[in-house]
Structures are given as structure tokens and as C-alpha cells.
């Protein structure tokens, strides 16, 4: 399956929102809810910030919120931070018990 | 709490095979799939496939089917993932799904790097 799109990079100053787009298929993210996000320092592994579109694990602050309409979701970061600054990946169910996982998205803070 | 140990850096020929360990800690190993993962430098994830330990079975990714391998010994609670022919050095994660039915991956390992260099 081919990955799903992500801009390469955003960028925001700092109380500013950023939003983030990840756009699939109607055969991956378009059919299924399970669409995830992660968070990536350079030199560290990633972390889960949203699962199953819109929701946050214990301990995610709720400036980061996620959304999907047809075949793309999106990430949100509101109130935008200095630690905010790290690479965004986007994941998707695909059916057949695999997944599929965008290119990444730079988020720089100005 | 819920801990994945992956094996030290490695260096290896090219064309050579390269096998990594995951070790996991503070849950029922059995009960959760573990997917592996590769990132090559300055890329982004690509999903290589999973593995349950209480079955031992798996599921690859497309374009790593044939040359990727994932087992499990469950009696020390770690997976591993064979890679032959890899001519590509890169980041290995290992990352376990949130909840015994979610497809989102909550916990990760540290990563392991596979240099490929003759």
C-alpha cells in the first residue's frame, strides 16, 4: 500500500496553532477510524499524542487535538510550544491487519 | 510499567542479514501484538509488520515480505525480527499496540541501529 501524504513541513510561533494534514485513501484512512499520530524528538522514539482520530493518551497535554473528514485527518496543535518543535507522523489501519504511515511533518517553532 | 528492550547497534556488511531483539517487561507478553518498525536516516516510519506472541503469528508488510522474518520465544518475553539481504542502514523500533484490540502502537523501544557499511 502506498503511504499516506503529509506535508513536509509546518511551522508556527509560539501561542500560535498549527495544523498538520495526512491525507490516505478511500481504502485505508477514508473506511476506517483508526487513525493515529506520533510525536518524534530527533534521537528519540517516537510517541502516541492521538489515537482513534481524536483521542489522547494519559498524560498528552490538550492543546493537541485530531480530526478526519472523508480521506484525511488532521492534527492540531494549539497554543503552540518550544517542545512542540518535532517531526509528526501520521498512521492509518489498512485493512488486512496492516497499517500505513505518512512521510512526516517537520513542525518548527519560529 | 510496560518496557521494551531492543538489542545494541550494529554494523553490517552489505547484503548480510541483521536479526534484532526485543525484549518486553511489565505486561502479559502473550497478550499484545508488537509491529516492528524501520526508519533510514532523515526518513519517516515505514510499518514492516507484527507479530503475536501468543500465537506466534504474523503479518508483513508488502514490500518486506520474503525477506523479513518475526518470531517470539516466550519463555525470556522477547521478538525478534530477521531482515536478509539488507543493503539499507536504518533505525529498527520495535512498538506494542495500546490495548490488547487497538491498532495504535502506545509503547516503543529505544531503537536499534543497523549501520550497513562494506
Known amino acids: 500500500q502506498s503511504a499516506l501524504t503529509q506535508p513536509p513541513s509546518a511551522s508556527g510561533s509560539p501561542g500560535q496553532s498549527v495544523t498538520i494534514s495526512c491525507t490516505g485513501t478511500?481504502?485505508?484512512?477514508?473506511?476506517?477510524?483508526?487513525v493515529s499520530w506520533y510525536q518524534q524528538h530527533p534521537g528519540k522514539a517516537p510517541k502516541l499524542i492521538i489515537y482513534e482520530v481524536n483521542r489522547r493518551p494519559s498524560g498528552v497535554p490538550d492543546r493537541f487535538s485530531g480530526s478526519k473528514s472523508g480521506n484525511a485527518a488532521s492534527l492540531t496543535i494549539s497554543g503552540l510550544q518550544a517542545e512542540d518543535e518535532a517531526d509528526y507522523y501520521c498512521?492509518?489501519?489498512?485493512?488486512?491487519?496492516?497499517?500505513?504511515f505518512g512521510g512526516g511533518t517537520k513542525v518548527t517553532v519560529l | 510499567q510496560v518496557q521494551l528492550v531492543q538489542s545494541g547497534a550494529e554494523v553490517k556488511k552489505p547484503g548480510a542479514s541483521v536479526k534484532v531483539s526485543c525484549k518486553a517487561s511489565?505486561?502479559?507478553?502473550?497478550?499484545?501484538?508488537i509491529h516492528w518498525l524501520r526508519q533510514a536516516p532523515g526518513q519517516g516510519l515505514e510499518w514492516m509488520g507484527w507479530i503475536y506472541p501468543n500465537s506466534g503469528g504474523t503479518k508483513y508488510a508488502q514490500t518486506f515480505q520474503g525477506r523479513v522474518t518475526m518470531t517470539r520465544d516466550t519463555s525470556i518475553s522477547t521478538v525478534y525480527m530477521e531482515l536478509s539481504s539488507s543493503d539499507d542502514t536504518a533505525m529498527y523500533y520495535c512498538a506494542r499496540v495500546s490495548t490488547v484490540d487497538s491498532r495504535d502502537l502506545g509503547y516503543w523501544g529505544q531503537g536499534t541501529l543497523v549501520t550497513v557499511s562494506s
Open positions: 511489565g505486561y502479559a507478553f502473550t497478550a499484545y501484538h
Open positions: 498512521s492509518s489501519y489498512a485493512g488486512s491487519s496492516t497499517l500505513v
Open positions: 478511500s481504502s485505508d484512512l477514508g473506511l476506517y477510524n483508526s
